[in-house]
């Protein structure tokens, strides 16, 4: 019997695409660079099954020219790379990867806040560039991170790990914002309360956004919002570009309207806005909050399952859009 044959529009780890292949035809892209859509189009033609990274874009224009496509597994927790209302009318069913990459994540926030509030890179940049001669007592001198006030503003999972991370680990204060209030067993458990996003931007010492991105979290943080927050505050973003208007940020970091930053995710990425490069108090790294290797191998692991789960047996292991 022929197999179905699958599209994985980049390069994953190889014992993934093996796997896939005992069950699959499987075109994978070998590049280390993506598939333009014309190109991703053209590959997709006659696969039931394409396996992405959160980097394809898959709307209605790519489903109607892809009528053989039955599923889509991001190998990612968003997915806002799939427009599911789509989908769904095209009858495509999208999954992708909840839970596995929570606490690492999470982890990640933690670092960014860590090393925004101490100011670690753009110290360690000062040192290498043998800036480094003497002491001083104002010396890349930051924020206190123990003792000080989480904001969270978006509280799933990650939001729920970050929360603990900091009522349990470090005494913080933990307050937080989302569209629907947690139960009481859950605020408790993360030591977490509850209050309005004006509260929240007013009040932390260090917000980290952690809230999925769509039409209405699109620059939920812009220049209205960062000018409530105080002047000694930091802002971490570990969820995705487009909720932080990044031109308006830069701004605030050059005018110290705010202390500083860490980001993991931008506008537009892998490009970043050129103003945040030309700021010193802000924190960059290239998307990688999920980037430990056992989370990105269950991360393409669950996305495979699914794929199999899915085009073998019927059934999806984390469905976005179950029939
Ligand atoms: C996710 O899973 O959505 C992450 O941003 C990808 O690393």
Redesign the pocket.
């Known amino acids: 019997m022929t197999k179905p044959s699958i599209l994985v529009a980049r390069a994953v780890f190889p014992e993934v695409i093996a796997r896939l292949g005992q069950h699959f035809e499987v075109e994978h892209n070998q590049a280390d660079a993506s598939w333009t859509r014309d190109e991703l189009v053209a590959r997709l033609q006659g696969k039931v099954g394409v396996f992405t990274t959160?980097g394809e874009r898959i709307d209605a224009a790519v489903l109607a020219a892809c009528p053989q496509l039955r599923i889509c597994a991001n190998m990612?927790?968003?997915y806002n790379n799939f427009d599911l209302p789509a989908m769904t009318a095209a009858k495509v069913l999208g999954t992708?990867?909840p839970d596995v990459?929570t606490e690492t994540?999470a982890d990640f926030g933690f670092a960014l806040l860590m090393a925004t509030a101490r100011r670690v890179t753009e110290s360690e940049h000062y040192l290498r560039a043998g800036k480094w001669t003497k002491w001083a007592y104002d010396m890349f001198a930051g924020s206190d991170v123990h003792g000080s006030t989480l904001g969270i503003l978006g509280m799933g999972r990650i939001g729920q790990g970050i929360a603990r991370r900091g009522a349990h680990g470090f005494g913080m204060r933990v307050i937080y914002h989302n569209r629907s209030r947690l139960t009481s067993d859950l605020e408790a458990s993360c030591k977490a309360s509850y209050v309005s996003k004006e509260e929240l931007l007013r009040t932390a010492d260090h917000l980290v956004l952690v809230l999925p991105y769509s039409a209405s979290s699109h620059h939920a943080i812009g220049a209205a919002e960062l000018a409530l927050m105080k002047p000694t505050a930091t802002l971490v973003n570990v969820a995705?570009g487009g909720i932080v208007d990044d031109a308006a940020l830069a701004q605030a970091l050059r005018e110290r309207r705010i202390a500083a930053a860490g980001l993991d995710?931008f506008e537009g990425e892998p490009k970043v806005h050129p103003d945040l490069l030309a700021v010193p108090n802000v924190v960059l790294t290239p998307?990688i909050?999920?980037?430990s290797v056992p989370t990105r191998r269950a991360?393409a692991d669950l996305a495979a399952d699914n794929l199999i789960a899915f085009l073998v047996n019927g059934k999806p292991l984390t469905p976005l859009n179950p029939e």
């Open positions: 959160g990612a927790v968003g992708n990867t990459l994540t995705r995710v998307h909050a999920s980037a991360m």
